[in-house]
Each structure stands twice: as C-alpha cells, then as structure tokens.
C-alpha cells in the first residue's frame, strides 16, 4: 500500500515551530506558525505500518500521529527536488530495514501552517523557507513516488568538426560551458586530426577537467608584462627582483604564471635543504610532511597530512549542502592519501548578517540565512563524522556579499611504513568505494568556475551536493586498517568532476565501465554517471590479485565497493556505458588543459582605503565600540554549534577559562595514535581584509605573519611550520589592474616565507568572486601547521592574579614591514624559555593590545592594569602579549622590544592607562552584537535548585558473589558501531586503559543479509561480555527526526533484546553516553532497566533549549554513587566535556519523584558555586531538574550526556582543574572484583 503520515510535535515539544516562528518574525508579519513533518510511504504492508509508526516515525512522549488531516488554508508544503539526497528518508528506510520492513519507498516533506497572513506575506514565506535549489512547494493532492525518466542514449556532436566561429559560439552557449571559445576551438582541431566527432559526454568531461576549479586554469595563465605603479614600489619591486632571481637558481624556464608564485618558496627550501620532511610523491590531494610521532613511550615516523578547501560557489546558492560538502571534500583529500583525519578549522566570509531580508541582493539568498545555514551545514557533517573542529571564525566584510567564502581546513595523520606510494600498471584493477552515484553535483566543478550572474537558483540546482556524513565515517574506518592501506597503490577521491576526474586523473591509460557503478536511482544517463558530483566516494588502485580481499574488507565496513575501471597502457581514457564508448580521448590531449592563456598585470594602489596601522585613541567608547564590532565580538554562539572535543584529542578547548570565555587562536590536536603520545599537530590562519583591501602585498605578507604568530604563540616552534595558502579573488576577466590583485598578495607572501625560512607546500585558489559590479576582498588566507609536544602547549587565558603582563612588539619600516632580525631571533627566544614561568600568551589581534589582553581575561575574569605608552587600538602585526609569573630581563639586543605593561590583580576589573571598566560590563558588550543570529544563551531564568535528600542508598543489585557467571580473566567489553557512530575508538582507548578486552562489533545494514550477519555477532559477542558500551555519534544521521531511533529499533530486535535480558539477569555492566543514552531511554532501558514500550509519560531526551547543537565543559556533580560506574564519587564535581543537539533530559513529576525516591539520578548539571541550575552555560540543555544522567534501579545501567571518554592526560589544557571522571575505571574494577569473587568460589 501507498499511504501518508503526518507527525506533529505535542505543544510542550514543539520547540522547531517556536525558533523558526522568531526566526520569520525578524522580517515577516506572522503571528503563529506550526511544523509538521510529513512521510510518504510507498509499497509498505498495511500489518507493518503500525510497527513502522511507533518504532521509526514517533515517539509517544513527544508526538502526535495522524494518518488523515485537513490541511489549513494557509499552508505550505516544502520537498526536495528530485533527484536530491534525503537523509531523513534513508534512514527512515534503513531503520525499517532493521525492524524486517523491507523494499518500503519513503519521502519525506516539511508542513508550514500559517495563521493571520496576508497574500504579500505568504510571498516573502515562501521565499524565505524554500531554496529553488534544494527544493520546491509540495503538492498535497499528489501520492505517487517520482518516475525515472526515460534514459536516451548519448548523443554525438554531429557536423562539431565542420562548424564555423558562429556556430561553435552557439553550441557554447547552449551548453553553458565554463571554458572558453578558444578553448571550443581548440577541441574542434583536435577532433579533426582525429576525423570524428566528440560525443556530449567528452565534451562535459573536458569542460570539468579544464575547469578553473580542477585545473587552476586563471593560476596557469601566462603573465607576459608585470608593471609596478604603486607608493610601495620599490619593497615590491625588490621582492619582485627575488623572486625572479630564484626562477634563475631553480633552472625555470616556464613562463611567469600565479602558481609559480605560489610555490618557488617550497620548491627552492626543499631544493636548498632548508625544509627536508616534505613527502613527495605523484598524489597530490593534500600536503604531506614526515613528522616523528610518540605512542606509548616509542618514536616511530608517521606522515602529518594537511589540506585547506573552498566550496563558495555551492554555499553561496545553498549554505547547508554547499558547506557539508566543503568539509566532506576536504576530508576526503588528506583521507585519500590514507590518514586519518581528526582535525579541522574553519573559516568563512560573509556580508552583515544582521542587515534587513529587503536589503538582500536580487537573485541571491538573505545574509543570515546563508550564514546560519551554511554553519549548520558545516558543522552538521563534521558532528556526524567524528571531527574535532577545533577553531571556527567568520570575517564579515561587505565585499562578501558578491559571494560568501567558505573554506575548510583539515589535518590528519598515518604511519609511514603503512603508506604505499606506486605508480600503477597496466592490468592493475580501481575499485569505486563508498557512496551510490546519484545527479547531485552535476555542473559543480564548472559552477564554481563560473562569475554568479544572478541566474535564476532554481537553474543550479544540481550543481550543489548533499553530503551523507556517516558513509564518510565508514570510508574512515576502513583506511584506519593497516591491512586495507597496505593493499593500495594510489587512491584519488571523487570531487569535482566525479568519475571523469577522480579516474581519468589516476592514469595515464584507464577503462572506465559506467554499467557496474551504484546508483542512487535508476535513470542517469552516460553523462550524468561520468560527471555526476556525488560525494563520498573514492577510486582505489589495487593489484587484480587484491581485488576480492579489499572488496570483501570494504563490505565488513558496511561498504560497498565494485571494480570500475583497469588500468591500461593505451594512453587514453576510455568510458564504456551501454556496450557504447563514449568517451576515447587522448591522454596528451586531456593534459594540454585547454588554451594556454596570456595577460598582462599591473600593481597598483587601492582608493580611498583607510590605512589599517593608524591608531585610534583609547577611550571607554571607542573601546566599547571595538568590542561591538562584528569583526571583534564574540563568536560563542557559532562556535559551540561545532563539535571541538570528539576524538580525545583536543588539547586546547576553542574557549579558555573557567568561564569559556577567552578564545584561542590555534587548533591543536593530539597525533590519533592507538596508545598514548604527546605528539600534536598545531593549526592556525592569519588574513585581514582591511589590511589586503589595502595593499594586497601587505595582505599576503601579515597574513603569514599573522599565522606564524599565532603557533608562536601557543607555544610552537616557528621553524617547524609549512604553510598552505587559500586564495580568493575577484573574477580577474583581462583587466591588469584586477590581475595585479593577487600578484601582489603572493609576492608579500614570498617576502614573509623568505624572512622566516618557511614555505607554502600546498594551496587551493578561486577565482570568481564577483556579482555584477560587487568584488570580494582581496583574500590570501595562509594556514600555518607545526608539530609540536603537548607539554609546550600554553593557553592564551590569563591564569593568576598577581602576575606580570609584557607586550614584545617589533618594531616596523616606513613601508610597513617587520624587521627580519628581531621577529625571528625573538620568536625563537619564546620558544626556548617556554615552561619558564610563561603562564599565558598571545599573538596582538587587529584590535590592538586593549582587545587582546581583554579577551585573554574573560576566561577565568582576572582582572589587571595596563600603565604603558604603546598604542592600545594599533593592529600590531607580529607582536605578542606574555603573562608571567616573576619580571624579565633578556639582557641582550631584544629587551628594547619587550615592554612590562602591567600586571594582573584581584580586582575584576580591567583599566588600561586609567580607563576602567568591569570585565562584567566588557563582556556583555562583547557577547551581544551577534546574539540576533548565533544565540549563545537562553533567555530563561531560573532559581537554584538541586535534589533534596540525597544522602547514600545502598545498592539494589543482588550480591555478585552469588550471581557472578563471569569466567575470563580480563574484562570484556563490546562496543556496537552503528552506522553513524563516531566515538567508538575513544571509547575503546578509555576502557582499554584501564585494562579491559575491547571488542567493536559493527551493526551492517546495507542488506538484509548482513543486517541479521552483524546483529547474531553483536549477540554473540554479548553472550561473552561484561560489559556493553553504546558510544555517543549520530546513529542514522539522528533521524527520521530524533536521536537514538536506530540503535533502539536495534534493541528491540527479539535476538538482540534476549540477549541483553539475559545479560542483565547475570548482572552484567551497560553504559550509555550521549547517543548511546539516548538510545537507552528510547529502548526503554532507563529508566526501567528492561527494554520496554515508551509511555506517553515515559521519560526523554528532546532537543536542547537554544535550538542548536551545543559543544561546551560542564560541570557535573555525582548526586547518587549506588552505581558501579559511579562508586566513591559521591558529591564530587568534574569537569566534563558535552556535545549534543537532543540532550534536555525531560521528565513528568510522578516520574521525578519515583525516580529521586530510587536514588536514579545520578549526576547534575552543576554551576561554579556547584549549585544544580537551569541556566546557561551550567546546564545546556534546559535539562528537567537538571539532570545529566541516570541509572537503573539496580545501578548496573547508566546513561549520561557528558563525554568523560573524551578526555586524557594533556587534553583540553585551558579548562582549569579539569580531572579525568574515569566511570570506566570503576567499571573494570567492578568486573575484575567479580572474577576475584567468582575464582574463589570455583576454588572453594
């Protein structure tokens, strides 16, 4: 049967209709509004859909179900277009899979109803919640699943040979190509010296393959006169000379093109030795350096590969696809180059969020739709991944309304000896691994190549992709397997261009087979499969010998993977679809790029640019006023959306302080060793867009400086740092002065590589920020990566009272540059006295030292006074702010540019040359201007509270000495990883620390096969253990439409259902954290120990208060200890680490009462007073009663939100007093003391 489902959230519940309904209000006269979600179902049996109902589609604690409704008079129905990725469907489908519902189609659309608008209001309502390139208005009267269209065979160009000008300019715009006539022209003779006519795919794929995005065709462009016309000739023009003399020492006889600039630096340092751990080898996805990594006490050589990756073009048209896939895509870079990825930053461009809806440019979307959408995007798919984004930071400037910039920046890590680097041969075999190929993604490559004219969006909607994180996650899992990398000759993932790209670049000579790739649907066609953008996807390069074994390795992951193409030796890539070649080109052919193009440039000085070193007097208001601005304010609200802490990894939390509130500047993360190290690799940025509007050399140049500083001044070690640049400019079109832009931003890099003996060994350009007559800034953003020791990592958080504050500031050229000598003589000083009494330190932002110093103490609010002579509101690039604990004297050249400023007090206060002000007062300032768009808190108030009467209850649980059935020496622990889990290995680390047996046990769902394979292992397994642990993640991306719906239809399986039963009745250990409680509450576990139906009063986890995902430290207080993961914490209070959008722990008050007289609560969310309360930050969900976990009534089941799996020794370095809350510990011992017991029975 065909049928239709509504689900409507109960008012006390409805928490999407009441944010969207604000959201509408900022700009819409709207009164009230309700949110509906609607699933159609198709080919489901009518005895199933009750099951269906109760098990996937609702809860009874939070919605209602109606199978037939009268839709309002004012509605509005919301679907994807065709041919989209919906998540919500496929994991509706997926959990019915697992209830044995197999074969159901689903849909799913979102229902608008509206009361009290007028004809104009529904307008703007429809355009503000539907982006024509995602999706469309649903018709309500339609129940039918869309039909494939017919598929026509690839048409070839006939009479392409015999055209002349006119025609091929007609054929060029008729297909939309992003390259040029020339190049047509140049395609059309090649096809003549071969006497046929190209078929439409080869000319699509030529079109991808030479696309400015793929073939950094504008960076390649021949430069054929450089002029200098600039008040800052003769600095340029000396870098200039440099940078010419270098071409003649590294024997370059190419012409003078961007990307020579971009990377003579690393060429001539590795040439000269100066940089010698640079891996080099024919895969280029990302930079690879060889690093010297620790594990548990031995050194071994491991390859630290970072990538910086740019998706403006599709988050510009649709911010949440456009930004899921930007990280998606830059993982797969470093991934494909067979690390692990456990890192990453981001940092985006936007125009004013905050302007009015009737201020947004025709043809394109709102400012703060884009920005919201585009960071939920984003942080979406990094949550779901398992990727600690550890920095994330938007620059507002007004040029970025012509296009946003969004760029990704990710790191990850992989032992050498694993990494085999070969050229592959012929008859060696590719295998297409990973996600299904649908026609998403089409066209992306060339759209982000082209200017955004102002089309209609509707016309680009297959030019964005959708992103499907937990697929992604699979393809991690399987490159961490030594056996898997070890198979692999070279790998390249899919991106740009899809198959064409991804395949056609791996060889010289490759036969691509269209028929055997996955499908998302049936219908593409031949073009559609070889251009197609779909994500997550990777070629890799075996020998045919290995083909079988990876495969079979790839499907234990819950993968799958297909051989597609062989490797052949004719020279030509060959794409068979249909029994029909339709594509046969020449290999010298595809590598000429297209047309070599010339230009000319000219350097010249921008107009009515203010200068960006001028200093502003310091005042109260303007103070007050620098805080305020959206360059300068806080960013909490955004940040906490991004999950910083998952990996056990993160060594500096992105907020510093016992108050998370001092940002940090870098990221830095722990080497992702299976033992212990204190290995970690450092990140950080440096670009200013009022400095590069400027003079765009003295943008290149302080944006190194900038990068440098920041590893500076976290602790690192300047002349270990490699650079990547990310470039982003105006559309050049043949205009000298816009070529000279860019230029001379790569000319001031070269000249800051040259000054610290460091280099850029890898980049990513974009060329197309221009809308009509609107520019983007003038943007080279340099990211700056250093490995370094954990021991050496320093907050930028002021710590003690009664310290000493010092400003190093260089001292600067009349044309603004830095001198050489002192910056690195005092850099490397910083270094060597690190552990020295340094208590804190900081690299100056662009606000000046009254800023910096600020936000160094709203952390942990220490106030201090500034008596000093230097400017306070000057952008001082290069300088660094140091807290320390006794005065200094360098005693040599330097001191005269290390100043005593001042000193920290008790007082709460900061005053800066006799101006005071509260840090109270600054950081309300501070934490207001972006609250309309990124809340950072909730507006509820609520009285302290916390649980009466909670003196210790002895244990319900029967005597293990009479239930003991345990038999093994060591405890065993089984971990299930479903599919988008992501905390299982730091899980696994925590309880193998303290001296457990892990086993993971993977829940595979991709057929009915090994679904029932996967769920008799998991009860296997649980017949052997001690101890289950369901680990935090996003279990089926957290839908249909709430969290831990998978894992509990999993539960519920009678097998899987038995087995935990009986593992309980032999009083056996479960433990739940964050999606893993989730689950436990939706099974029915907690609170009653058994899996059970939910009551419509039964207790839940909804989502948190603020309506966002929350990433933050905690405070949590053991209320209740009868448990054993709980033993001998009684009243004590930890810091733990929370990440989660569904974490507000709801409960009725009958349920209350009974659960407080059991003694089920377990831990509270507490304040710094240790008060259990309501507010944020304390309490980040809104939690009833404050309540963070529970247990069972026999203590042996506990479920919690907080991460404590998260953190070791050397994490999460700025969050005072922070202790390990080791439940894992208490867990083991627990288990061992039972053995003990159960062996001296057995001896008795």
């Known amino acids: 049967m065909n049928t239709r489902i509504l689900i409507q959230k109960k008012q006390a519940y409805d928490v999407e209709s009441q944010h969207q309904l604000a959201n509408l209000q900022k700009n819409i006269s709207i009164q009230?509004?309700?949110?509906?979600?609607?699933?159609?179902?198709?080919?489901?049996?009518?005895?199933?859909?009750?099951?269906?109902?109760?098990?996937?589609?609702?809860?009874?604690?939070?919605?209602?179900?109606?199978?037939?409704?009268?839709?309002?008079?004012?509605?509005?129905?919301?679907?994807?277009?065709?041919?989209?990725?919906?998540?919500?469907?496929?994991?509706?489908?997926?959990?019915?899979?697992?209830?044995?519902?197999?074969?159901?189609?689903?849909?799913?659309?979102?229902?608008?109803?509206?009361?009290?608008?007028?004809?104009?209001?529904?307008?703007?309502?429809?355009?503000?919640?539907?982006?024509?390139?995602?999706?469309?208005?649903?018709?309500?009267?339609?129940?039918?699943?869309?039909?494939?269209?017919?598929?026509?065979?690839?048409?070839?160009?006939?009479?392409?040979?015999?055209?002349?000008?006119?025609?091929?300019?007609?054929?060029?715009?008729?297909?939309?190509?992003?390259?040029?006539?020339?190049?047509?022209?140049?395609?059309?003779?090649?096809?003549?010296?071969?006497?046929?006519?190209?078929?439409?795919?080869?000319?699509?794929?030529?079109?991808?393959?030479?696309?400015?995005?793929?073939?950094?065709?504008?960076?390649?462009?021949?430069i054929t006169n450089i002029t200098i016309e600039s008040q800052f000739q003769n600095i340029i023009q000396n870098t200039l000379d440099y940078y010419l003399k270098l071409r003649e020492e590294l024997n370059i006889t190419k012409p003078i093109r961007l990307m020579d600039l971009a990377t003579i630096m690393g060429k001539y340092f590795i040439k000269t030795g100066v940089m010698n751990n640079i891996e080099i080898s024919e895969e280029v996805n990302a930079c690879s350096i060889e690093i010297t990594v620790d594990e548990d006490g031995k050194e071994e050589e491991w390859l630290l590969m970072f990538k910086n990756e740019t998706h403006n073009h599709p988050t510009e048209v649709e911010p949440f696809g456009g930004a899921s896939t930007c990280v998606g895509g830059a993982i797969r870079d470093p991934l494909s180059g067979r690390a692990f990825v456990y890192q990453a930053m981001r940092v985006t461009g936007s125009a004013n969020p905050l302007e009015k809806i009737e201020d947004t440019l025709e043809g394109k979307l709102p400012q703060y739709k884009i920005t919201t959408e585009a960071a939920k995007g984003y942080s979406s798919y990094g949550n779901q991944i398992g990727l600690a984004t550890t920095h994330v930071r938007e620059i507002y400037d007004e040029g970025y309304k012509a296009k946003r910039m969004e760029v990704g920046f990710v790191a990850g890590a992989v032992k050498k000896e694993w990494v085999r680097r070969e050229s592959p041969v012929s008859g060696d075999k590719i295998i297409l691994l990973g996600g299904k190929t649908g026609r998403d993604g089409i066209g992306g490559a060339t759209g982000s190549s082209k200017v955004h004219d102002g089309q209609k969006l509707s016309d680009l909607s297959a030019e964005v992709q959708k992103g499907n994180a937990p697929v992604e996650r699979k393809i991690q899992r399987l490159f961490k397997q030594e056996e898997v990398i070890r198979m692999i000759k070279k790998c390249n993932d899919f991106g740009a261009g899809g198959v064409s790209v991804a395949i056609g670049e791996i060889s010289d000579g490759v036969s691509i087979n269209l028929d055997v790739i996955p499908t998302k649907y049936s219908g593409l066609n031949g073009t559609e499969l070889a251009i197609s953008e779909s994500q997550e996807r990777m070629a890799v390069v075996v020998e045919d010998q290995d083909v079988e074994k990876f495969i079979k390795l790839a499907e234990k992951e819950n993968l799958e993977a297909v051989e597609v193409a062989e490797v052949t030796d004719d020279n030509h890539v060959s794409v068979l679809w249909k029994g029909e070649k339709i594509v046969h080109l020449d290999r010298n052919f595809l590598d000429t790029n297209g047309v070599r193009k010339q230009t000319q440039l000219k350097v010249v000085d921008s107009k009515n640019i203010q200068n960006p070193f001028e200093n502003k007097e310091f005042t109260k208001e303007n103070f007050i006023a620098l805080l305020e601005d959206l360059n300068h304010t806080s960013q909490k609200g955004l940040v906490e959306m991004f999950d910083c802490n998952v990996g056990r990894s993160t060594v500096l939390a992105p907020f510093g302080g016992k108050n998370q509130e001092t940002p940090e500047d870098v990221s830095v993360q722990k080497i992702p060793t299976k033992g212990f190290t204190n290995t970690?690799?450092?990140?950080?940025?440096?670009?200013?867009?009022?400095?590069?509007?400027?003079?765009?050399?003295?943008?290149?140049?302080?944006?190194?400086?900038?990068?440098?500083?920041?590893?500076?001044?976290?602790?690192?070690?300047?002349?270990?740092?490699?650079?990547?640049?990310?470039?982003?400019?105006?559309?050049?079109?043949?205009?000298?002065?816009?070529?000279?832009?860019?230029?001379?931003?790569?000319?001031?890099?070269?000249?800051?590589?040259?000054?610290?003996?460091?280099?850029?060994?890898?980049?990513?350009?974009?060329m197309s920020g221009t809308y009509h007559d609107i520019d983007v800034p003038p943007t080279l953003i340099s990211f700056a990566v250093a490995p370094n020791d954990v021991r050496y990592i320093i907050s930028s958080t002021l710590q003690r009272e009664n310290t000493y504050l010092y400003a190093f500031v260089p001292p600067m050229s009349e044309g603004y540059l830095l001198d050489e000598k002192v910056i690195t003589n005092?850099?490397?000083?910083?270094?060597?006295?690190?552990?020295?009494?340094?208590?804190?330190?900081?690299?100056?932002?662009?606000?000046?030292?009254?800023?910096?110093?600020?936000?160094?103490?709203?952390?942990?609010?220490?106030?201090?006074?500034?008596?000093?002579s230097l400017p306070m509101m000057q952008y001082l690039p290069g300088a660094l702010l140091f807290e320390i604990g006794t005065t200094i004297e360098l005693g040599n050249e330097l001191d005269q540019y290390l100043y005593p400023i001042g000193q920290t007090n008790t007082t709460q206060n900061i005053k800066i040359n006799g101006v005071e002000l509260t840090i109270e007062e600054a950081l309300k300032v501070w934490t207001n201007t972006l609250e309309p768009v990124f809340p950072s808190k909730t507006n509820e108030k609520n009285s302290e509270f916390g649980i009466q009467n909670s003196e210790k209850l002895e244990s319900k649980r029967v005597d293990s000495s009479e239930q003991s059935i345990m038999n093994s020496e060591q405890p065993k622990v089984v971990i299930p990883v479903f599919?988008?889990?992501?905390?299982?290995?730091?899980?696994?680390?925590?309880?193998?620390?303290?001296?457990?047996?892990?086993?993971?046990?993977?829940?595979?769902?991709?057929?009915?096969?090994?679904?029932?394979?996967?769920?008799?292992?998991?009860?296997?397994?649980?017949?052997?253990?001690?101890?289950?642990?369901?680990?935090?993640?996003?279990?089926?991306?957290?839908?249909?439409?709430?969290?831990?719906?998978?894992?509990?239809?999993?539960?519920?399986?009678?097998?899987?259902?038995?087995?935990?039963?009986?593992?309980?009745?032999?009083?056996?250990?479960?433990?739940?954290?964050?999606?893993?409680?989730?689950?436990?509450?939706?099974?029915?576990?907690l609170p009653t120990g058994r899996i059970s139906d939910l009551k419509e009063d039964s207790p839940t986890l909804y989502y948190n208060d603020i309506g966002r995902h929350v990433t933050q430290f905690v405070r949590t207080k053991v209320v209740n200890d009868h448990s054993p993961w709980l033993k001998g914490m009684k009243d004590q209070t930890f810091w733990v680490p929370v990440s989660h959008g569904e974490g507000k722990f709801i409960v009725d008050e009958t349920n209350l009462k009974q659960l407080i007289e059991n003694k089920q609560i377990a831990?509270?969310?507490?304040?710094?007073?240790?008060?259990?309360?309501?507010?944020m930050p304390y309490n980040p969900n809104g939690s009833t009663y404050a309540i963070e976990g529970i247990t069972s009534p026999c203590g042996r089941i506990y479920g919690r939100m907080g991460h404590p799996e998260r953190v070791e020794a050397g994490t999460f370095k700025n969050i005072p007093n922070l202790e390990v809350m080791n439940i894992f510990k208490n867990g083991v011992e627990y288990v061992k003391q039972k053995l003990v017991i159960s062996s001296s029975k057995i001896i008795d």
Not at 698 to 727: C, M, P, W
Request: charged share 25%; aromatic share 12%; glycine share 6%.
């Open 1163 to 1175: 831990t509270q969310y507490v304040d710094l007073e240790e008060a259990a309360v309501m507010e």
């Open 826 to 868: 005092f850099y490397k000083f910083t270094y060597d006295i690190l552990g020295q009494d340094i208590v804190a330190m900081k690299a100056v932002e662009f606000g000046g030292i009254a800023e910096s110093l600020s936000k160094m103490a709203f952390g942990n609010k220490i106030g201090f006074e500034v008596k000093s």
């Open 680 to 766: 970690v690799s450092m990140a950080s940025f440096g670009f200013n867009p009022k400095v590069s509007k400027w003079s765009c050399y003295h943008g290149g140049y302080y944006a190194v400086i900038d990068s440098v500083a920041k590893i500076v001044a976290a602790g690192g070690n300047y002349e270990e740092i490699r650079l990547t640049f990310q470039e982003y400019f105006e559309r050049l079109r043949n205009e000298e002065n816009r070529w000279g832009k860019p230029f001379a931003s790569l000319l001031g890099t070269i000249e800051a590589q040259k000054m610290f003996n460091i280099a850029a060994i890898g980049g990513k350009d974009s």
């Open 32 to 222: 009230h509004l309700k949110i509906s979600y609607i699933y159609d179902l198709f080919d489901i049996n009518e005895n199933d859909l009750p099951k269906a109902i109760e098990n996937v589609f609702s809860n009874p604690v939070t919605d209602k179900v109606l199978l037939e409704y009268q839709y309002k008079e004012n509605t509005l129905a919301v679907e994807y277009l065709p041919g989209n990725y919906d998540q919500r469907a496929d994991s509706a489908e997926q959990c019915l899979a697992i209830l044995g519902i197999e074969n159901v189609r689903v849909l799913s659309s979102v229902l608008y109803e509206f009361d009290g608008v007028s004809e104009e209001d529904i307008i703007k309502l429809k355009e503000s919640l539907i982006n024509p390139i995602e999706s469309r208005e649903k018709d309500l009267n339609v129940l039918e699943f869309p039909v494939s269209p017919e598929i026509k065979p690839v048409p070839i160009i006939h009479g392409f040979i015999q055209y002349n000008e006119d025609e091929l300019s007609n054929l060029h715009q008729q297909f939309g190509f992003s390259f040029e006539l020339d190049d047509l022209l140049f395609i059309q003779e090649h096809f003549k010296s071969i006497e046929r006519n190209p078929t439409e795919t080869e000319l699509k794929m030529l079109d991808t393959y030479w696309s400015d995005h793929c073939r950094h065709t504008t960076f390649e462009t021949e």
């Open 979 to 1085: 599919p988008g889990t992501n905390s299982e290995y730091d899980s696994q680390k925590a309880f193998e620390k303290e001296g457990a047996s892990v086993k993971q046990v993977l829940i595979r769902n991709l057929n009915s096969i090994w679904i029932e394979e996967s769920l008799n292992e998991w009860v296997t397994e649980i017949e052997k253990a001690d101890i289950i642990f369901i680990p935090g993640g996003f279990s089926a991306a957290d839908e249909p439409e709430g969290s831990g719906k998978f894992i509990a239809t999993v539960l519920r399986n009678e097998k899987v259902k038995k087995a935990i039963h009986d593992f309980l009745d032999r009083d056996g250990l479960i433990l739940g954290i964050c999606n893993g409680f989730q689950a436990l509450i939706k099974s029915g576990l």
